[in-house]
């Protein structure tokens, strides 16, 4: 039975799996098949869609399996578990939630509502005076879900997401007793409650966890290289009596570390598991699987990956000077692809972080090239570098009052009404009215020198930077969760408008290629997708691009100076095994440095993927070198 259907490997892991089994499948061969199969396989021998529990990441996932399953099992399945975490956790807690307390209808508080309650008691116990020194409600919500999701200490979360914080350890600790406490008087849970309250109950309460175990005969586990280690020990609890625990991942794909995966979790389990490997792979090309065996990372479990498809094209290993050869290269290649028939919609560029992108953002609207952005806002939208412009606008031109109401509203202390009255005596007068205005706040005066220093330094790369060290730099740390990745994003337009003679030019080029973008957002059906690897997971594409693969960018270089690249090494094979037909891995011998990581000006230093290439598996390729 379903020997047609399935390949030998997967056939072997549908028909043989029990007990606690591992079942390792490699990039495009096949994982979602194996899961729909097994519950089709397991309900034609007997076993009743009641008593299995499929667990998926995504609601999409779950639902996509379910319609499979019902195909080929001829079966509709009613009474199967199947879900998120969070749905089969809410599901357990609306039975046994009296138990800690929680009446049956307790409400769940979406992200918007846990942010609103936290500012809510964060203004209640900290004085207006002190708030600039303790973290903001969402600063304060992922401290408490990393320590949450990763069964940490306070002080080891607040360590991992910002040192600095470290010193507000006592007053944070108060917040989140009081966010609890608040909870728990308004019979609500968030998010992360939905997984520790189950927990907790699976833990302490053995009648309960020999209930549930006993009703579940089969739990299946998808993308188990995912999960965090509280996942981990829900699945393990609820398989205690029948321990028939499926779980299907590759743990060289793991790479959300950051949010709380542990791709530990996967070799924890093969220790006591038996394991399954399915190493066919069907969505790339001979060459490009040849190339992807090569680059296995090196902390995983060993997999040989067998390509389905016929030869096609080695993967090209391309050199350019710098950035803006890079962004060159990749539009006019688009642009060839086009002329001979791929449409956009197969083609993808991605990037370890969003501010790499930016280049290439600015190119491909010059081209006229339509692109749908994965990792975030376009950059000309975002508030950083809407501010940083802003700045810049007022270097050039005093009479626009909106860049200076934009700029004023960051000194504290100065709202709507005071930086629409400023900005009104500036645009009629021109700088001598920063001397008039009678702010006494540092802040304004900060701002004020700043901008008497930048008035006579020509190029508008210095300008920015001037202005992100004497002044942005703290703002940004107080307005954005997010501040390193925007901090990066800066360093990048930094090096942008360095090419640049003068300022106006350098504004004429960005705010153009605005325009571009502007025009192109709605008409076009087809679109270049530009995305993070960390969204890309999943996902597949006839031509891939990977920008930047340079130490300090690709690997990351906080990475490097922490000397953690076993991530970066399940970032780097991600990226790969998106491809289908053509994969194009792009470094630079130039381009400047990374300004704000402590003056580390040698960025091409520390370990390079692309020194781990082997020779012979890629097209090497020459662009813009000459320089």
């Given at each position: ?93 609306r039975r046994y939630g009296s138990t ?311 000194v504290n202390g100065i709202g709507n ?211």
């Amino acid at each position: 039975m379903f020997e047609k259907e399935l390949d030998e490997e997967q056939y072997e892991a549908v028909t043989k799996s029990q007990g606690k089994t591992l079942v390792i499948a490699g990039p495009g061969s096949g994982k979602t098949r194996v899961i729909t199969y097994k519950i089709a396989y397991l309900i034609n021998s007997g076993v009743k869609p009641q008593e299995i529990m499929l667990v998926t990441f995504t609601k999409a996932a779950a639902k996509e399996m379910l319609q499979r399953a019902k195909i080929v099992s001829k079966s509709n399945l009613e009474g199967i578990t199947a879900g998120t975490f969070h749905h089969v956790c809410n599901l357990f807690l609306r039975r046994y939630g009296s138990t800690i307390g929680l009446k049956p209808n307790f409400t769940i508080l979406d992200s918007e509502d846990a942010k609103d309650l936290m500012e809510s008691i964060r203004s209640q116990l900290i004085p207006k005076s002190e708030r600039k020194t303790v973290p903001t409600a969402k600063q304060l919500l992922s401290i408490y879900s990393y320590m949450n999701n990763t069964l940490s200490s306070l002080k080891e979360a607040i360590t991992r997401y910002n040192p600095r914080f470290l010193e507000q350890e006592h007053t944070i600790e108060q917040i989140l007793i009081k966010y609890q406490q608040e909870k728990q008087a308004q019979n609500s849970v968030d998010y992360d409650d939905l997984l520790i309250h189950t927990l907790h109950i699976l833990s302490t309460s053995k009648s309960i966890r020999l209930r549930e175990s006993e009703r579940y005969k089969w739990i299946l586990v998808d993308e188990f290289q995912d999960t965090n280690i509280v996942q981990f020990k829900i699945v393990e609890l609820l398989s205690t009596v029948h321990k028939n625990l499926i779980v299907v991942g590759d743990d060289a794909q793991s790479i959300y570390s950051f949010r709380g995966a542990r791709f530990e979790n996967v070799l924890d389990f093969q220790k006591e598991a038996e394991t399954f490997k399915i190493q066919t792979n069907y969505r790339s090309s001979q060459e490009i699987v040849n190339f992807i065996n090569e680059m296995l990372p090196k902390k995983s479990i060993k997999k040989t990956l067998c390509a389905k498809r016929s030869t096609g094209i080695k993967p090209f290993l391309v050199q350019v000077f710098d950035h803006y050869d890079e962004a060159d290269f990749v539009a006019n290649e688009i642009v060839n692809f086009q002329h001979n028939g791929i449409s956009l919609n197969d083609i993808a560029v991605l990037y370890r972080a969003h501010a790499h992108s930016l280049e290439l953002q600015l190119e491909l609207s010059k081209h006229n090239i339509p692109f749908k952005l994965y990792s975030g806002l376009r950059f000309t939208e975002t508030a950083h570098v809407k501010d940083c412009m802003a700045f810049l606008k007022t270097t050039v031109n005093p009479e626009e009052k909106i860049s200076w109401i934009r700029l004023l509203k960051l000194v504290n202390g100065i709202g709507n009404i005071k930086a629409n009255n400023y900005a009104e005596e500036i645009s009629k007068i021109g700088y001598s009215a920063l001397d008039k205005i009678k702010e006494k706040s540092s802040d304004f005066k900060k701002l004020r020198e700043t901008i008497k220093n930048t008035l006579t330094v020509e190029n508008p790369g210095e300008r920015i930077k001037i202005f992100y060290i004497d002044f942005y730099h703290k703002k940004m740390e107080e307005k954005f969760e997010d501040y390193k990745d925007r901090r990066e994003d800066i360093e990048r337009l930094i090096e942008m408008a360095s090419f640049y003679k003068n300022t106006e030019n350098f504004i004429g080029d960005i705010l153009i290629s605005e325009s571009y973008e502007m025009r192109n957002e709605d008409n076009e059906k087809e679109k270049v997708t530009l995305t993070t690897i960390h969204q890309a997971k999943g996902l597949e594409w006839k031509v891939v691009f990977i920008l930047s693969v340079n130490p300090g960018d690709f690997p990351h270089i906080m990475s490097l100076r922490e000397n953690n690249i076993d991530e970066e090494e399940r970032l780097f094979y991600v990226a790969i095994t998106r491809a289908k037909d053509y994969l194009y891995i792009i470094h630079s011998i130039g381009g400047s440095s990374r300004i704000f990581y402590g003056n580390d000006y040698l960025i091409r230093r520390g370990k390079s993927f692309i020194d781990e290439i082997p020779f012979h598996l890629v097209e090497h390729l020459e662009y813009g070198v000459e320089k």
